[in-house]
């Protein structure tokens, strides 16, 4: 099956600094990459859409400016919460999305637990 | 406005025996169902899907079952095992098609299996 890796799993940070957070699918090209957070007891909220070489769609209410996504290639994608707050301490995840068959299945990491102090 | 429910959160069968796991969703332009896995503090896994042109698809102890008219999908695993227990998501797109689409999700549904 599709494989995708974030980096790191977990991560704690001052209130102000910047932290980045890498998804890679391992075994095959991604044209897109989503991320996402989830809040304790709650589903996963899509934050953007992401194409390799172009900029990233972002959902209603997620600051662009905050959560900067760069799609350098077709196996990778990162996101940089800049300037963190206590308030962005949350799960992260990515997914990739592979075509088989003639549908697209999205393939998830293993998310990045933010911890901001 | 949620588009896709998942009304029980939790459920808690017994090994060996039959578990389903219910979602209905109110969009009917999504097309496209899916159903993922989760343990805690670590993303979902992909289980099964179904597109809107089948009413089932089976996949080993994994069955999607849907229910255009409804607006109602369940999954059904049988036989349950210890190893199933998790948090099972599902998940709706409305274009097939595109690797662009977007996957609205359901709150999930803690399953249980009891030895």
């Known amino acids: 099956g599709a494989v995708v890796s974030q980096h790191p799993s977990r991560v704690i940070c001052k209130s102000g600094t910047s932290v980045k957070i890498e998804c890679r699918s391992l075994d095959f090209q991604a044209t897109t990459m989503f991320w996402y957070r989830q809040f304790p007891k709650q589903s996963l909220m899509l934050m953007a859409t992401s194409n390799e070489g172009s900029k990233a769609t972002y959902e209603q209410g997620v600051e662009k400016d905050k959560f900067l996504i760069n799609h350098a290639s077709l196996t990778l994608s990162t996101l940089t919460v800049t300037s963190a707050h206590p308030e962005d301490s949350s799960f992260y995840i990515c997914?990739?999305?592979?075509?088989?068959?003639?549908?697209?299945?999205?393939?998830f990491g293993p998310g990045t637990r933010l911890t901001v102090l | 406005d949620q588009q896709v429910k998942q009304n029980s959160p939790s459920l808690s069968v017994q090994e060996g025996r039959i578990s389903i796991l219910n979602c209905d969703y109110t969009?009917?332009?999504?097309?496209?169902f899916l159903w993922y896995k989760k343990y805690p503090a670590e993303g979902p896994t992909f289980l099964i899907s179904i597109s809107s042109i089948k009413d089932k698809n089976e996949d080993g102890r994994f069955t999607v079952f849907l229910n255009k008219s409804a607006k109602h999908l369940s999954l059904h695993i049988v036989p349950s095992q210890p190893g199933d227990s998790a948090v099972y998501f599902c998940?709706?797109?409305?274009?097939?098609?595109?690797?662009?689409?977007?996957?609205?999700f359901g709150k999930g549904t803690l399953l249980t299996v009891n030895p």
């Open positions: 969009n009917s332009m999504f097309d496209y």
């Open positions: 997914s990739a999305s592979w075509r088989q068959g003639g549908t697209d299945t999205q393939y």
């Open positions: 998940a709706a797109s409305a274009n097939s098609g595109g690797s662009n689409y977007k996957l609205t």
